[in-house]
């Protein structure tokens, strides 16, 4: 039962992200690289995350362990960011003037590095995602233990 919730609710988190970048695409491209949008787009995924232990802690026979509720958890954030990275990946090979835009506002922030580093390669795309899976075990723990207190 568990494995039908983290795909619905990964697919949901992934998609919904997925409208609210396209949204501050098409209205405004240097909109959708702020990072009150990165950030505030969290709260899809705590959402989701949060439905699906909610969910999974109420199909379960006995009360969930907190390893039980991180597995009803984390998979909803590994296929939400597959889903959404796969989407950005993706629209940088379409948009290559997304990469200026990306580079000019990191300039302003501070950062230092050349625009060849922004351009989007596969490896950098997967190696990328990957590491946000430790940010989404960190969420994952903090929202588990909160389904666990509940």
């Known amino acids: 039962m568990w ?31 702020h990072p009150a949008v990165w950030w505030g787009s969290l709260i899809i995924y705590i959402s989701c995350m949060w439905i699906a232990g909610r969910r999974g802690r109420q199909s ?15 998979p909803v954030f590994v ?13 940088l090979q379409y948009d290559s003037q997304l990469v200026e835009l990306q580079y000019e506002a990191l ?7 050349q625009m060849e580093d922004l351009a989007p390669r596969l490896g950098t795309f997967v190696w990328t995602l990957l590491q946000s899976f430790l940010g989404g075990a960190i969420l994952s723990a903090l929202l588990a233990w909160g389904l666990k207190e509940e």
């Open 79 to 91: 296929v939400a960011n597959v889903v959404f990275y796969t989407f950005w990946y993706l629209l």
């Open 3 to 33: 494995h039908k919730l983290f795909v619905k609710y990964g697919l949901v988190a992934g998609t919904s992200t997925i409208a609210l970048f396209l949204l501050f695409y098409l209205l405004a491209p240097q909109g959708m690289l």
């Open 60 to 74: 379960a026979s006995t009360a969930p362990s907190f390893r039980q509720l991180m597995q009803f958890t984390f």
């Open 107 to 113: 300039r302003q922030g501070g950062w230092q590095g």
